[in-house]
């Protein structure tokens, strides 16, 4: 199998491509990821992971890379997107924002198979309800710190999976890679696994 090379620092995303033993030789793209301006989700977290693959392809000058994803994942609830939070003030918030409701997980996947080619992009959604968090329960998770680096200040693969009541969609894809759909452009694309 082919190394995929994963624009990306996030250490969930790195254990889940080693779950499915996928070889991955992570590169973060050190870009700045900025959620204010955008005319719709999806077109945001597909314009964020694009420019992912093209920071990494940047810094191949004379090789032609293989199987660069870049990723970019966000919370959005009544048409606001939630990043990751700055601090716990803002996680405190969001969590606030999300406890008794619905909201949607979006995730952007480009892939590049080869320089030359366009670069593969998909975008999925998936819906998740949380219960109504009691105030202990929100202060209990502040003070776990795991809402750091988490998109809407949360992760449903550790702790955060108590406040959750059901999802609707790909349960990767709120971890932050949505490996159905990944799976899928790896296929279309002739990856030999």
Known sequence: ?????????????RELLAKVKLPTKVIPPGIVEDHSTFDSVPELVAS???????AILTLFKTESPRWVLGLDTVVEVDGKVLGKP????E???????????????????AL??????????????????????????LHFYLDSGEWTGAAGGYR???????????????????????????YGILVRNEYQF
């Not at 964020?48 to 093209?54: D, P, T």
């Not at 320089?115 to 998909?122: A, D, L």
């Not at 609707?168 to 490996?179: A, D, M, Q, T």
């Open 48 to 54: 964020l992971a694009r420019a992912k693959v093209e």
């Open 86 to 89: 700055a601090g716990p003030a």
């Open 112 to 137: 590049l198979v080869e320089r030359g080619k366009p670069i593969e992009e998909e975008v999925v959604c998936t819906e998740v309800k949380f219960r109504q968090m009691a105030e202990w329960e």
């Open 1 to 13: 199998m082919e190394t995929i090379i994963l624009a990306s620092g996030s250490p969930r995303r």
């Open 156 to 182: 449903i693969q550790e702790r955060g999976a108590f406040f959750v009541e059901w999802i609707r969609g790909s349960y990767s894809n709120v971890v932050g890679l949505p490996l159905e759909a990944f």
């Open 91 to 109: 996680a405190e918030s969001m969590l606030r924002l999300l406890s008794g409701r619905v909201h949607n997980v979006y995730s952007g996947i």
